[in-house]
């Protein structure tokens, strides 16, 4: 676990990048990460990370199947929004946990 | 007289119907076990049945053999459960009553679910095997097949018994060798996981392994739709894989009696606290095998080893005691790797795969992540302590909670 300063404000990583803490995220935070991971977030992005960030408060586990049925944005545009690995990117830019792939 | 309904007559469900005739009264409790199916399917044998080693008869038996005498046995459809009323309603119009459930309807493939997937090449070019009726389209196929691009895609996750898939293209490899066509088959495994497997060192043994075995691995890949004219399978973000034959794991989904139930979530698995294995919305309700949506592997040991916490908390339940066994997630697979020999993994939870000795440590006989000729042995006695000891309920010579012992965790 590192401590690093993102868009002004301190917050705890894990190895893999993601934040230790949801509660230290904020919008120009997840814009910062986003720029890591070469995407420009737009308001469809956000749309995505705000619904992540509701579930994950709830208590539910996510899917891309799940976001594919949010009426938010299909599984082919989660993919266009989010290239290469759509949910684990996106759960990184929302400040939430990586998904867990359970066996 | 309370009455105990036990839904779903699988691996689950039979196990859990031996367990609580043998410690329920009689005259206080009555049982009743429901199941569409007359026949039980041993479903780990589908896996051999592709290449010959196992036929039909050798994964088929009555259900009825392994029910005890004294509980009801209902065949039929579910058509819905009705929790807030203690009701569950049969497509035949009967209505049975309940005071507790053990839910146990396990989990089914949906091939409809990915466009093309069931389509013109259905059963032709394009199989499954975790039917029985797939498991032998597809040996029927092997019989003629020349060679060629074998292509293994697993749809979505989660899946029951996720070895299966690996244990596949590893048997696919030694039979191909064996019937002297492997140079002329190309072998690849393309899945939406970031490797072979999940946990890192399972993923590294069993990636090293297909490398040993010149099986290609495709990871990342999210199946969108199988293109049956061009004979390629399509992923969301537009990567192409061709194939001569496709052997998929379909998406898993619990069956729909739950969804118009209203009980399940959105592939019909059942919220469950994954620790008392009680349903999270109703108290009378505990969810075993693989139709909970707890997060360890879908498979029959897990659901051996979670029947043991499942029966005593709900006999706790029953007797109005707070829920004191708590399930760890364990898990144990056998996966054949070809040529008679294969490797165990075993987890929870919390603990990743490890290797090591199973189940004493230092000693074995089992060799954990590692691949050996006692290892194959255990899957093959494994068939006869299905029948024999585990649908009955019967304790087993191993405890239910994951040891560390004889497991290396550096
Ligand atoms: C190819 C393959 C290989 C496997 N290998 C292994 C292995 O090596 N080791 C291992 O531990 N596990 C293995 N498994 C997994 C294992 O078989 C399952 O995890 C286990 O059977 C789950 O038990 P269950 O009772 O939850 O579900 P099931 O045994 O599938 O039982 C569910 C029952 O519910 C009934 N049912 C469902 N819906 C309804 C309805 N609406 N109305 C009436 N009845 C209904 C069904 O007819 C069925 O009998 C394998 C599975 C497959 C397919």
Known sequence: MATQTIAGKEVDLNEDGYLTDHTQWNEAIAKEL????????????????????????EGESLSIRKVGKSGIVDIKGLYKLFPGGPLKISSRLAGIPKPQSCV | MKKILILGGGTAGTMMANKLSKELDRSEYEITIVDKDKTHYYQPGLLFIPFGIYNKHDVIKPKANFFPRNVNVVYGDIDYIDPENNQVFMQNGRKLNYDW????????????ETPGLKDKLWNKKIFEFYTLEGAVALRNFFKDWQGGKMVLNIAEMPFKC??????????????FTEIGIRDKVDITYVTPLPGAFTKPKATKMLGELMEEKNIKVVPEFY???????????????EKEIPFDVLVSIPTNMGTDAIERSGMGDDLNFVPTDKYTLRSKNYENIFVLGDAADIPTSKAGSVAHFASDVVFENLMSALEGRELKAKFDGHANCYIETGFGQGSIIDFNYDTEPLPGTYP???????GLLKNTKTNHYGKVMFRWIYWHILLKGKEMP???????AGKKTS
């Open chain 2, 162 to 175: 996720p070895v299966a898939p690996l244990e596949f293209v590893f048997l696919a490899d030694a039979y």
């Open chain 2, 223 to 237: 199946m969108e739709r199988v293109d049956n004219d061009q004979q390629k399978i399509i992923s969301y973000d």
């Open chain 2, 101 to 112: 459930m053990v839910l146990a309807t396990g989990t089914e493939t949906r091939p409809e």
């Open chain 2, 360 to 366: 004493l440590p230092g000693v074995g006989p089992f």
């Open chain 1, 34 to 57: 986003a720029k890591e991971e070469g995407i420009e977030l737009t308001d469809e992005h956000m749309k995505v990370l705000n619904y992540l960030r509701e579930k994950y408060a």
């Open chain 2, 398 to 404: 191993l405890e239910s909670q994951m040891s560390m």
